[in-house]
C-alpha cells in the first residue's frame, strides 16, 4: 500500500477538495443535511460509490449532518494512511455532495486523540488496548504500539515514551485535531476560557495549552507535517 505524504493530501485539498480536511489518520469532511431522509439519501449515494471503487468509507449520519472519513487500512500494520484511491473517492463523494445540493462545513471536523506518557509502552499498551478494544495493540515503528478500535467506539490511544520519574505528574494528555483555519480561533477561546499557551513552538503543526489546574493538551493541525 502506498500512502501518500501530508504535504501531498493538502496540495490535493487546495487542487479541489475544499470540502475536505486532514486530521491526524483520515481525510474528513462534514456535509449539512436538511433533514433525516436527505442526509440517508446522501448516504446511499456515497456507500454506492464506494462499493463501486472498492472502498470502505466510515459514515456517519446525525441531526442535521454527515461526516465523511476516508483511510485505507494497511493489511501488515493495521495502521490508516491516506492513499490515492481515497483522494479519488473523497472527489467522487464531493460531486454527490454538489449534487444532493449539501453545503460542506470543514472548519467542523476534529478527531479527539488520547496520548499516554510512559516508559514501557510494550509493557502498558496491551492492557489498554484489551481494555478499550477487546483486541491487541499494534506495532507502529520498530517499537512503538497504538491502540486503534477497527470500529472507532473509542478514540485511538498512542504511547510517547518517557524517563521514569519519581515524582507524579500528569501521564496522560489529550490530542485535539482540528481543520487549520479553525485552530487559531479554537486556542483562543481556550485562553480567553481560562486557559494559557503553554508552548506554541511546533505551532501550526501542534500548540500545548494547559487548563487553570495545569492539565495539558495539543491542539493538533496537518499543517507542516509530512
Known sequence: MKRLS????????????????????????????????????????????????????????????????????????????????DVRLAR?????????????????????????????????????????????????GDAALDVLDPTNRVPAVWFQRTDAHETPRQRWHIDLWLAPEIADERIAAAVAAGGVVVDDSEAPAFTVLADPDGNRVCVCTALERD
Open 92 to 140: 467522487t463523494i464531493t460531486g454527490l455532495a454538489h449534487e444532493h445540493h449539501l453545503t460542506a462545513v470543514p472548519g467542523e471536523v476534529a478527531q479527539l486523540e488520547l496520548a499516554l506518557d510512559t516508559v514501557s509502552d510494550t509493557a502498558v499498551a496491551p492492557f489498554w488496548s484489551a481494555l478499550l478494544t477487546g483486541g491487541p495493540s499494534r506495532k507502529r
Open 6 to 85: 501530508t504535504p501531498d493530501i493538502l496540495g490535493a485539498i487546495d487542487a479541489g477538495l475544499g470540502d475536505w480536511r486532514k486530521l491526524a489518520q483520515p481525510l474528513v469532511a462534514r456535509y449539512r443535511v436538511a433533514d433525516l431522509v436527505g442526509g440517508a439519501a446522501f448516504v446511499s449515494a456515497v456507500a454506492e460509490a464506494a462499493v463501486a471503487a472498492g472502498q470502505e468509507p466510515e459514515i456517519r449520519l446525525g441531526s442535521g449532518f454527515v461526516d465523511v472519513a476516508l483511510y485505507t487500512v494497511d493489511a501488515e500494520t493495521g495502521g490508516r494512511w491516506v492513499t490515492a484511491a
